[in-house]
């Protein structure tokens, strides 16, 4: 079965978490006899196609980006009627408004779903201008997939806009790496920590507006341990300069880190912290991996994926946002009783391989696809 999967930005352009998630659910249903194609937009769409593990990227030139929305041009139509005639199901990603423009010239016979991966939070007056398109493209898709049981709920759009008939919940999921060799964990390590022996707190991903990482520095003080931030993004040189401003001195910015680091510090660290303080953090793929590597998981009340994941009092603790004084006590309560940590740990990692495999990931999306097709 062949799958087109379109969304705005892909690899090698900077990496996010749904770029992630859409190579797993690419990665996960080849298992299943799939074959997927990615068409995206890059500001530098050099080379046009690339051959990737998981599909081939094929990638058009942004021409704007207004609001966090790039925008192509008539190559783009025209090479997205091309791959629609390739395709036996069409799979877009929300949220995309230009995605919702090619949907106007697509094939109406064509089988198509939707993963829904977030409401759109920051660009609220935009959005009303935009919903009633919004709202034509999700009545048209034969099944809208939310990511977790708790947005499926709490989303104003999936409970007003889409029928339950063609609401579907599916978890998004990771391949299994917690066991890879990577190398000289000592070296690494060392030159971020003078204690390599020392339990600390690790933050993971791209720096963004909605990652709570400004609550982290202010909990920092009161956190006992090192916290190592990494990842790059638009925040890192306002949180680095609020760091010196506030004198914090267990903070450590790692800076954009290889996936061969990132195994280093996951493997090493005591607890994942996730601080993210609004919806914009619809699942948190990071919490996949912290719970494919039995860590415990420190995370905010979002009403989103996130405490799908991490179960408070079960794989973590869930605290509410922005409240840097309970964000610390949770983590002080996992960094000094290792004996918690590890159950808590344990626990993640066993629901991990219950609800986020790949197994199960690309098990899910198969039937969807299968079950689209003879409707």
């Known amino acids: ?211 709570g990482l400004h609550v982290l520095l202010e909990a920092a003080a009161s956190i006992n341990a090192k916290i190592i931030i990494a990842g790059s993004g638009a925040e890192e040189e306002h949180l680095k300069a609020s760091m010196i401003s506030k004198k914090i001195t267990n903070v450590i910015f790692a800076g954009q880190v290889s996936h061969q680091q990132k195994v280093i510090l996951l493997k090493h660290c005591r607890v994942l912290a996730l601080p993210s303080h609004l919806r914009s953090e619809a699942f948190g793929m990071v919490l996949l991996e912290a719970s494919m590597f039995a860590k415990p998981m420190v995370s905010c009340e979002l009403g989103t994926g996130t405490s799908f994941i991490n179960i408070h009092g079960e794989t973590g603790w869930v605290v509410p946002p922005e409240s840097p004084e309970q964000l610390a006590g949770a983590l002080n309560s996992l960094l000094e009783d290792a004996a918690l940590a590890n159950r808590m740990g344990i626990a993640a990692r066993q629901r991990y391989e219950k609800l986020f495999s790949s197994e199960v990931l690309g098990k899910a999306y198969t039937e969807l696809y299968n079950s689209v097709v003879a409707g």
Not at 5 to 10: A, F, L, M, V
Request: glycine letters at 4%.
């Open 1 to 211: 079965m062949k799958i087109l999967h379109i969304y705005r930005t892909y690899f090698p352009d900077p990496p996010g978490g749904l770029q992630e998630a859409m190579r797993q659910i690419a990665l996960a249903t080849m298992a299943f006899g799939t074959e997927s194609r990615i068409l995206t937009l890059s500001p530098n769409p050099i080379p046009s196609e690339i051959e990737l593990p998981e599909a081939k990227i094929v990638r058009l030139r942004s021409l704007a980006a207004p609001a966090s929305c790039d925008m192509g041009g008539f190559d783009a139509l025209a090479k997205f009627r091309e791959l629609s005639n390739w395709a036996d199901i069409l799979h877009y990603h929300f949220p995309w408004p230009f995605a919702d423009i090619l949907r106007l010239f697509s094939q109406k016979n064509k089988p198509s779903v939707m993963t829904y991966h977030s409401d759109i939070v920051r660009q609220r007056y935009l959005g009303r201008l935009y919903e009633p398109l919004m709202r034509n493209t999700l009545q048209s898709m034969s099944k809208v997939v939310a990511t977790s049981p708790a947005y499926a709920k709490t989303s104003r759009v999936l409970q007003h806009f889409v029928t339950n008939q063609q609401l579907q919940v599916i978890p998004l999921g990771i391949a299994d790496y917690q066991y890879e060799i990577v190398g000289d964990d000592d070296f690494y390590l060392k030159r971020l920590l003078a204690d390599t022996t020392q339990s600390f707190v690790l933050a993971l991903g791209v720096l963004r507006y909605y990652k």
